[in-house]
Structure formats: C-alpha cells, structure tokens
C-alpha cells in the first residue's frame, strides 16, 4: 500500500503543480468565462494544493466500499461533481444519464483519456488513441467477428477444450488457486482466437512476456532502467517481436494465394480479418497498417489475462458465499448436462446461453465486482449535458461502479442477489447497468466473455463440489482477491 501512495504522491507533486500555477494565474479570467456560458460546473472541491483529493481517493480503493469516495461527495456536491484527483482537475459522473451522452458523443467531442504510463506501454497505434472513422471500422470489423456463427461454433468447442483439460487436473489438487488457474486457460483461448496460437513454446514465452508487460499498466511513468514502466517497455518489444513475425508470414500468406481465395474463405482469427480488410487498398487513407495490426491485437488480449478471469474468479467467491445461489445454479445446469447425455448431441453457443440464471449469476457477478469501474474522457470542447458545464480540456470521470453501486438503481446493492434480474426484470441493456462500457467503444468481445464465463460454470458445478477460503476483493489499483481464492475441490461422482 505504501509504495502506491508514494506513486499517486508524486504524480500528484508532479502533474497538480502544473495546473495548480495554471489555475491560480487564470482563476479570475475563467471565472468570468464559466459566468457567460449558459451551463454551470459542477460543485465540488478541488482539496489539497497540489495532490488534491488523490490520498482520500486512493484510500477508498483500499476499503471493502471502494465508491465510498464517489459516495460521500455525491451526498455533498450532487450525481456530477469536480474534484482533483491524480493530478488533474477532473469531473465524476456517477449519473447514467450523463454517462451515456459522454459515452456516445466519442470522437468529436470526448477521447479517452487515460494516465501517462497506459499511454507510454501501449504507444502511438493504440486503439486508446484511435478516433473517429478508423476506430469505428476496427470496432466493427472485429465485433463483427466475434459474432459470426462460425467462430461462435468454433470457439465454443475451443473454450470447452480448455476448460475440461485444465479441471482435469484439478482432482489432484490438494488446494488450487482459482485467480491463477482462471488466467490459465483464458488467455490460451483468447490468443487462439487472435493470431491462432496453439501452446507451444512461442506460446509459454508469449504468456510470460505477457505477465510482465501487463504489470506496467499502472505504474510510475518513469523510463529509467529498472524501473517497473521499464521492464514492461522491455517486454513489450520482445512480444511485439513475436507477433509482427506471425502477422507477416500471415501477409505473406494471403499475397502468395491470391485475392479471390482469401477473400472468399472464412477468416480463421482476428489477424485474417484485419489483414483482410488493408489487403489491395494501398491507396485507402484508413486501411490498416501492419504496426497498427500488431499493436491492436496484443491489446486484445488484455481480457484474457485480467478482466474475463477475474469475473470466473469472483462468480465462484460470491458463489461460495450464497449457497442457494449455488445450488440453484447447479440445478440448472445439471438439467442441460442431462439432457445432453441422452440426446449425445455437442454443447453449441445458444445452450450455454440459454442457462437464464447462470446468465442472472453473471450479471450480478459483473454488477458486483465492478472490475471495469469507471472510463475516463476528455473534452475536446466546451460541453453541457443536463445544465452541466464540461470545459474543454477537463476530464470525464463516467463511474460506472457508482451506478452499479446506487440504491436508486438496485435495492441492496451491496447484496449479491442474482434473483433480482428475475423480480425487476431489470435490462442488460439499460444505462444503469454498463459493466462492458458503452457506446462507440462497447466492448466487442462482451458475448464471447459471457460465453466463457458459462461454459466455465456449467463444468465447474457439474464437475466438482468445492470449499473456498475466506479471501478479500482489493480494489486497487485493479481488483484481484488478496490469497487468489483458494479452494478444494472433491469429484461429483463419475463426472468426467
């Protein structure tokens, strides 16, 4: 803990002086600016000089209550508010209706803007730093993709393989590590379905440059040799080796078959597809170049190392925790499990979806985990939403965790209660409910991370019985679980 707090010290000391001299020469002038515009900015206290109020940010993010940060100052200042925080003046949202106007009007209006050392690890072809036209298409392509009925049907069977290969091993297990064995064959499915890498030596490496890259992502945005935004760096470039090398032997592929064949045949992963698109339009302004490609794709991989492993990890802590969850849960999918052994058909895409309460199961999981807890913006200009002022230049704090969080939006939000996507018949699509984000930037792969998710839990419960250590949720600066769950596991019968 102490290590983060002498990090946010000194992004604070470093970014907050500079604005803070900015502000104090230029209070008076803004204002009489903020006075003539027709919308008002929000109230709110900036805090300290130069830190602001990171130190009470980050405290919260150390408390089993993380939004109470959001919480205490939406009590104060109102659902919108300022504050300064990391380093820069920034607005919070923790109102749906505004959320969804910051999410949607992308590309002219708000960028994404995140903290230096995001920047600095993913570099100038990150998707994070990609707008309008070209953003759209690259979303598009690859949302387009993921839900095709072929891939659907092949990655089913690929994450079935994967599954069962790696709770096979598990019944040997005197106590297994559910965060650590998630990530293990989340990722492997995940590259499969990127740049089709089958586990091989080129995969270990991959998944070990990978665990060190991805630490960099919150981290002092310091360069200097051995410093951990360095080792990241480092890894970065020996991955980008790897993978430029499996794009242009791909590219090589297709210029060698010709243009009416790779056309006409189905792309087998996400390189195909955006290779596909650049291929034979040298002269489009938006065609994709390889760099881009190569950056694009390792980005995609982030879910299967963080995101969609942690959502199994806490489905199975909160799981563990409310047992009539669990055994309704097991019900379900014991039925399907029947019923696909008398019939000897193969499991497809639309029977793990069709589980209804397993999908309530993860979406309170989602809602109560908050692993994605917030996006964060930038004003390209003057902005006024609901008689709320955004100044150009500000950030755009849109909280979903507060959302999730709010009692206006779920009586007991603290309380995980997958019935209550039955009793209120409560949306997947509605604003107070975003845990893939939303508008232009919607996650593409958000069925695909449901998809896992239930073919997890369906061979899980009808695979093993288990007992789970007490463990804690950290919140910060990611959330992770403290001992990485712990559990034991026993055979339910002659389950395979």
Not at 33 to 47: A, H, T, Y
Not at 203 to 209: G, I, P, Y
């Amino acid at each position: 803990m102490e290590w983060f707090v002498v990090f946010w010290i000194l992004v604070g000391i470093s970014a907050g002086w500079c604005w803070y001299r900015k502000e104090k020469s230029s209070s008076s002038k803004n204002d009489i600016n903020m006075e003539q515009k027709s919308g008002v900015l929000p109230k709110g206290s900036f805090g300290w000089p130069l830190i602001g109020e990171t130190l009470d940010f980050i405290a919260a993010g150390y408390t089993s209550q993380p939004v109470s940060f959001m919480e205490k100052r939406r009590s104060l200042y109102g659902k919108v508010f300022k504050t300064h925080i990391l380093g820069t003046p920034i607005i919070v949202s923790t109102d749906p209706g505004v959320n969804k106007v910051v999410l949607q009007n992308h590309g002219n209006i708000f960028i994404p803007a995140y903290p230096k050392s995001i920047r600095e690890i993913f570099g100038e072809y990150s998707i994070l730093q990609t707008n309008g036209t070209l953003q759209k298409k690259v979303h598009a392509l690859i949302g387009g993709f993921l839900r095709s009925p072929q891939f659907k049907a092949r990655i089913t069977r690929d994450i079935e393989h994967h599954v069962k290969l790696a709770m096979a091993s598990w019944k040997d297990l005197p106590v297994l590590l559910i965060q650590e064995e998630t990530q293990k064959f989340t990722f492997k499915v995940l590259v499969k379905a990127l740049i089709s890498l089958d586990p091989s030596d080129d995969f270990d490496f991959l998944k070990r440059e990978f665990d060190e890259f991805i630490k960099g992502l919150i981290c002092l945005p310091i360069k200097l040799p051995g410093t951990r935004l360095y080792k990241s760096l480092k890894a970065k470039e020996r991955i980008l080796k790897l993978v430029k090398t499996i794009v242009e032997q791909r590219k090589l592929g297709m210029e060698k078959s010709g243009d009416h064949e790779h056309q006409n045949s189905i792309p087998n992963d996400a390189v195909d597809v955006l290779l596909r698109d650049g291929y034979g339009e040298q002269n489009d302004k938006q065609s994709l170049s390889l760099d881009f490609i190569i950056s694009h794709i390792i980005e995609l991989m982030i879910p299967g190392e963080e995101t969609v492993p942690m959502s199994m990890t806490l489905a199975v802590k909160f799981l563990s925790d409310c047992p009539v969850a669990l055994e309704q849960l097991t019900e379900e999918n014991m039925k399907l499990k029947r019923q696909k052994t008398d019939s000897g058909d193969d499991y497809c895409w639309t029977d793990y979806m069709s589980l209804q309460f397993t999908q309530n199961v993860i979406n309170e999981t989602l809602r109560v985990a908050n692993i994605i807890n917030a996006v964060w913006r930038k004003a390209l200009k003057d902005v006024e939403i609901e008689g709320i002022l955004i100044p150009k230049g500000w950030c755009v704090l849109a909280s979903f965790s507060s959302v999730h969080m709010d009692e206006e939006n779920y009586e007991n939000p603290y309380e995980f209660d997958p019935w209550r996507w039955e009793k209120t018949g409560a949306s997947v699509k509605n604003n107070c409910f975003t845990p893939f984000g939303g508008g232009q930037r919607l996650c593409p792969g958000l069925e695909l991370s449901r998809l896992e998710i239930s073919v997890f839990l369906h061979h899980l419960v009808t695979t093993y019985r288990w007992v789970a250590e007490k463990d804690d949720i950290i919140y910060f600066p990611t959330v992770k679980l403290k001992k990485k769950l712990p559990i034991r596991v026993t055979s339910i019968g002659n389950s395979s």
